[in-house]
Every structure is written in structure tokens, then in C-alpha cells.
């Protein structure tokens, strides 16, 4: 665990995929970020890429990362990955299926990772420029952001 721990907090953002459980994210993924919180992922953006068997390529799962996301201070990017049939798309080496067109899926996934490397190339520098420390937000615990 302090393996992965030193992991994530050398990261300069994440492309968090899970698949739609229930409506909602992986319980796994659920209980790593909780594990470790805000403190590591904070200042720090994200990815949202989700699938699913069906036809909504979990969507309804990526609503819920989203605000998740957001209350660890792991700011999600606007563009999301969502793959619908993923059994379809993908084949067991991981590369895409026959007649699935690539150049369309690279575009569409290019998309999403291109802002996450635009967002993290900036979180770096302010990070670095000490901004963080300007703000009291997600160093401690969430009673941070109370109101009085």
C-alpha cells in the first residue's frame, strides 16, 4: 500500500475507468479512493472513462464518479470516455475488434486525453509555484470547507 501511495501522489493526474456496476462506479474503485483521499489526489485532474455491456457504455456510472471525483479535489475534465458494448469494441488482447474503425475511437479518446494533459501540465506548474498552499481546501479533511 505505500508502494501505491508514493504512486499517486507522484502522479500529475489520473484516467479513473470503471466499469457501470449497478448504476454506479466500481465498488473497488470507490474504496481505493477512499482509502487513500484527498489528500493524494488533490490539486490533481482526472479522466472519466467508463463502460458497460449495454448500450449507455456507463454513463450513469460516470454521474456518480464525477461529483466523487470532485469532492477529493481530483477535478474531472469536461470531455468523458464512454463505451458502449464494450465487447464489441475491444478484443481480448486489448486492441480494437475486427471492423470496429480505430481512427474514429482514437479521435473520440483523444479528446479526453488531450485535456487531461493540458489540465495536468497546468495543475503541475501551480502546484510548483506553491499555489496549493494558498489554499486551505482538501489538505486535512473535508471540515476544512465548512461554514462557519
Not at 489520473?14 to 470507490?30: I, K, Q, R
Not at 489526489?41 to 456518480?64: D, E, F, H, L, M
Not at 486525453?113 to 497546468?122: G, K, P, R, T
Request: aromatic share 10%; charged share 20%.
Amino acid at each position: 500500500m505505500e508502494d501505491l501511495a508514493r504512486r499517486i501522489a507522484e502522479a500529475d493526474g489520473y484516467v479513473m475507468v470503471s466499469p457501470e456496476y449497478n448504476h454506479s462506479m466500481s465498488p473497488a474503485l470507490g474504496h481505493l479512493l477512499n482509502h487513500f483521499g484527498s489528500s493524494l489526489y488533490s490539486w490533481k485532474p482526472s479522466a472519466i472513462a467508463t463502460y458497460s455491456a449495454g448500450q449507455w457504455g456507463g454513463a450513469r456510472a460516470a454521474v456518480n464518479m464525477r461529483t466523487f471525483l470532485s469532492e477529493l479535489g481530483c477535478l474531472p475534465v469536461s470531455a468523458m470516455i464512454h463505451v458502449p458494448k464494450a465487447q464489441e469494441v475491444w478484443d481480448e488482447a486489448g486492441g480494437y475488434a475486427p471492423g470496429v474503425d480505430g481512427a474514429r475511437w482514437d479521435g473520440y479518446l483523444g479528446r479526453t486525453f488531450s485535456q487531461l494533459v493540458w489540465w495536468a501540465e497546468a495543475a503541475r506548474r501551480q502546484r510548483a509555484e506553491g499555489a496549493a498552499e494558498r489554499s486551505a481546501a482538501f489538505t486535512r479533511d473535508p471540515a476544512q470547507r465548512n461554514a462557519p
